[in-house]
Nanobody, 126 residues
Framework: QVPLVESGGGSVQAGGSLRLSCVTS???????MGWFRQAPGKEREGVAR????????YYADSVKGRFTISQDNAKNTLYLQMNSLKPEDTAVYYC????????????????????WGQGTQVTVSS
């Protein structure tokens, strides 16, 4: 299990931008890393993921063209650049990595994410 710590959340007006960061221990190889979000009264949903080896990225339809996921393996850091933010993007955002896990595992684009950070709040006003 690898500790995950998110940062970069905050409040912004519609059309604005934020960049989220997630720092890991770098203690193990993971097949993929990803960002998920959970709005009040909603289930946690996948936002974007990146394959560690190839760097290939995958996005939920709702954020394609607006969000960019990237990684800096030397810094053990995952990023989510969020542009053209909408009120519908308001949620707690979670960093996640692949690996063996029990309850709480979520499959996103065919990959099981089992380890989670504490979450960071993103609020977008109209």
């Amino acid at each position: 299990q690898v500790p995950l710590v998110e940062s970069g959340g905050g409040s912004v007006q519609a059309g604005g931008s934020l960049r989220l960061s997630c720092v890991t221990s770098g203690g193990r190889y993971t097949y993929a890393m990803g960002w998920f979000r959970q709005a009040p009264g909603k289930e946690r949903e996948g936002v974007a993921r990146i394959l560690t080896n190839s760097g290939n990225t995958y996005y939920a339809d709702s954020v394609k063209g607006r969000f960019t996921i990237s990684q800096d393996n030397a810094k053990n850091t995952l990023y989510l650049q969020m542009n053209s933010l909408k009120p519908e993007d308001t949620a707690v955002y979670y960093c996640a990595t692949t690996g063996r896990g029990g309850s709480g595992t979520i499959r996103f684009f065919g990959v099981d994410f089992a380890y989670w950070g504490q979450g960071t709040q993103v609020t977008v006003s109209s």
